[in-house]
Every structure is written in C-alpha cells, then in structure tokens.
C-alpha cells in the first residue's frame, strides 16, 4: 500500500520520532492510530513450510521484507516497530533491542570480540561497564586496555595487534568530558589502513548521556552507538531496556547473540518505549535542556559553587567541541540535560556533600535524590559516594569525580522551582555547625 505518508524522509525527525512508520513490513497496522501491542510467545504457523522458511531465513533482513514470525525471543513485531525508528532517530542501519543498557552492551562487545582479542576503552566508564570487561570479558579471553581518549592520539599509543573495539561515552560520566568521535575515528581510520578487513577496529559508543536527540555518533564516525534505554529514550522512569545500532552486516549476528543469551526486550515494555518513550524525547529533552542551561548559569553564578561542567555554557573548555558535535538533526546545538557539579567545601569535603545531597533527599519537593537520570522528573546524585564509589580514592580524583561533585540530570518541573531548591540546599550547607553524620568511606570493590 503506497500513500503520501510513506515519504518520512519529508518530514523532520521529531515528527518522525512520533508518528514512526505508519505502513510497516513489521506488521500492517494502517488503522490503528497507535501501534497494536503485542503478547505472543509463539506465532501461529500455516504450514510447516512456513515454519521451516522462518527458521532458515531468520534475522536475514532487517525490517524491509516481511519477517516470518516464529517465537517471541528470535524476533517479534512491536519490538521490530521500535527498532526500525531507534535505526532511523540514531541514523544507523539497524537496531536491534535487549533486555537492558548493559544486554546490549554486553550483546556488542561480545560481537565484535573475540577470544584473544582486545578492547581498548576509555579510562571513566559507566559501573557496570567496567565490571563488564575487568569482571567477566577476561574469563572469555576478552582483555581492556584503558587509556585516556579525551586525547585521540592515545588510539594509536595504546592500540594492540590484537586490537578489535575502541569504546568510549560521551559525554563521560560524570565529568561531562567530551571525546571527539570524528577525530577517534580519524586515528583509527589510518590503523584499519595497514589490517585485512577482520582485523580493522569498530568504534562503539555509548550514546546514553547524549541521546540521538543531541549526538548520533553513527554521523560523526563511530560504527555502533548503543543506548541504554531505560534513561532518556523511555523517559519516565518505568521501563528498562538497551539498543545496538550499527551496520546491516552486523544485524544477523546481534540478533543471534539475543536469541541464544536471552536477554530479550519484553513487546510490553517495547510498547512503552514506542509509543510514549521516543514519540516525546524530542520534546523532553529540549525543555530539560533549557533549564539545564538555566541551572548552570545559577550554579555558575553562585559563591558557593566551586565548578560547574555543562556543555552548553561558553565558559566549557570543550565548547568548540560540542558546538561540533551535540547537535540535533534539525542543526541545533544540543548539550544535553546533564549537569556535573562541585561545591565548595565547607570543612569536610565529603560531609559538606553529604549535607547537601540530605538536604535535597529530605526537603526538596522537586529533586530527588537517586541514580539513573534522563528521567522527566530532576534527579541527583553523588559519584564519588555512589555511582564511581567502586574506584580507589586516588582514580577518582584523577578522573575528576571529588567528594563535593554533584551529578544533576534535569527534568521538566520549571526550572525556577529547581534553582529554588537548589539554592535552599546550598545555604543548609552554609549554616553551621556541620551536623553530627559522617558519610563513612565503604573501601572500594
Ligand atoms: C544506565 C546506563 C547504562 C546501563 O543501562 P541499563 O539500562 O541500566 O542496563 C549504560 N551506560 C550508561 C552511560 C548509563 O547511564
């Protein structure tokens, strides 16, 4: 069935994001104004034929003919529906959607790497992350070189033979320190030059604290961008899910890798994501990002404060940076809506932290504090106490994360209620004496 609404490539992405495909080999659901949602383990067959034509030809190809469906957790027409418009929001050629962030994170490096091969990652990485690759990849014969590639020059200073993945977030958690992806990718252009084609390096990113809102790292170069979907994609908080987007050729193999791990996106929580998640993360993500702006300009104005990291403020030593690089589809500039944070230590570093972060956990109406962020509701957090806790005192000084930074992902309250409890909170921390609780250091993992 052709009609005008097929011609999406006439419209902008965010209208895009909210109205998806319409017709779709997915599944037909031109007279439903929402997409069906799906519960079906099992798919009923009409032949054995059939059955033996979904088996043989499964993950084939992505979405543009009709798949076979055979059994939920080898492929599935909600999910499918949401993966086609996370390839397009990302700019990829395919997705492919897992159980959580760290399914698919787990899902692509295990793609690419293999046994005796090597990941070379950035230094500060998500928790999980890390573990992932100091804690379990060893045990496959899978090693992480970790270097700083805020410098892409140390690609080529830290790349092995053996070599296959370079992986990075940007921006870093939670420094807010951005990684140049087009110039990684330039450093590890001239490495592929010299490897046959199975030996060349991908680029993987980790899109999460951006969102393909503000930075499709598929356009800047990198070869797979992974989203952990739980934080600004589903955007409210209630569901928990990842995506790989990448090239076509690598579609059969990430499929693969899910039907045998398991770690399935469920179709219910797919819905969600699909119909309220990604139709709205436009929209969201450009009002946290104003009063994202608004806060750091407060912040940045405020005597209490001792530094303020948001890519949307001139004063950001990378603002050239991600002037270049958080844009939006449309050409906006797009810094995000995370903030990172210190305050000036009133005795006690820590204890004038942990003072704060009380504060707001007790008395603030509109931040809360928790870990996750890209949620509509403004929520806060405390690396050095928490998130980043797992590193020794020494790495997360180096890497940034001290005992008065702050971590603040914003929401869509009005921004003037944020800074009124922000301002609240800073001036608890003003008063004296300090109170008589002391975050006891928990000695690192
Ligand atoms: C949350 C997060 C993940 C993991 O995602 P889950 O959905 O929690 O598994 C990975 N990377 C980053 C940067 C994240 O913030």
């Excluded at 940007?170 to 990684?179: A, K, Q, S």
């Excluded at 179709?267 to 994501?273: C, D, E, F, L, N």
Aim: charged share 20%; aromatic share 10%.
């Amino acid at each position: 069935m052709k009609n005008r609404k097929q011609h999406r490539d006439d419209y902008r992405a965010r209208t895009h994001l909210i109205h998806g495909s319409f017709v779709t080999g997915k599944w037909d659901y031109a007279h439903h104004v929402n997409p069906p949602m799906t519960a079906s383990a099992s798919f009923r067959l009409s032949s054995l034929r059939r059955g033996l034509e979904g088996f043989a030809h499964f993950a084939e190809e992505a979405g543009e003919n009709h798949p076979i469906y055979i059994y939920d957790r080898l492929d599935e027409p909600t999910r499918g529906m949401l993966e086609e418009n996370l390839a397009y929001a990302e700019g990829g050629e395919v997705a492919v959607c897992y159980a959580s962030g760290m399914a698919a994170i787990s899902a692509v490096l295990s793609v690419l790497a293999e046994r005796d091969t090597e990941i070379l990652a950035h230094e500060t990485l998500y928790g999980c992350t890390y573990s992932l690759m100091t804690n379990w990849l060893p045990r496959f014969g899978v090693n992480t070189t970790f270097a700083n590639l805020i410098e892409p020059a140390n690609v080529a200073r830290h790349v092995k033979p053996g070599t296959r993945v370079v992986y990075f977030e940007t921006p870093v958690n939670p420094t807010m320190d951005l990684i140049d992806i087009a110039a990684i990718r330039r450093e590890v252009d001239k490495i592929n030059a010299g490897r046959p084609e199975v030996q060349r390096l991908k680029v993987v990113v980790d899109n999460t604290f951006a969102t393909p809102y503000c930075q499709r790292p598929i356009e800047h170069g990198a070869d797979f961008s992974v989203n952990s979907l739980t934080k600004d994609i589903g955007g409210f908080g209630t569901n928990v899910g990842g995506v790989v987007v990448g090239p076509r050729s690598y579609y059969y193999r990430l499929m693969l890798f899910r039907k045998d791990f398991g770690g399935v996106l469920s179709p219910q929580t797919a819905w969600g994501i699909l119909v309220y998640g990604l139709p709205t993360l436009a929209t969201r993500v450009v009002n946290q990002q104003k009063s994202a702006f608004r806060v750091a300009e407060f912040l940045k104005g405020h005597p209490q404060i001792e530094s303020v990291r948001y890519p949307g403020l001139d004063s950001f030593p990378q603002a050239e940076l991600a002037h270049r690089q958080m844009v939006s589809s449309d050409g906006a500039f797009a810094p995000g809506s995370m903030i990172y944070f210190s305050v000036k230590a009133n005795g006690d570093p820590l204890r004038t932290a942990e003072r704060f972060a009380d504060y707001l956990a007790e008395k603030s109406y509109c931040i809360t504090l928790a870990v996750s962020l890209g949620n509509i509701k403004t929520l806060v957090e405390h690396p050095y106490s928490m998130t980043h806790s797992a590193m020794s005192h020494e790495e997360r000084m180096r890497r940034g994360v001290r005992p008065t930074g702050i971590r603040l992902s914003l929401g869509l309250e009005d921004y003037h209620d944020i800074i009124t409890d922000l301002k609240q909170a800073l001036a608890a921390c003003a008063a004296q004496p300090a109170g008589e609780r002391v975050l006891a250091e928990v000695p690192p993992r």
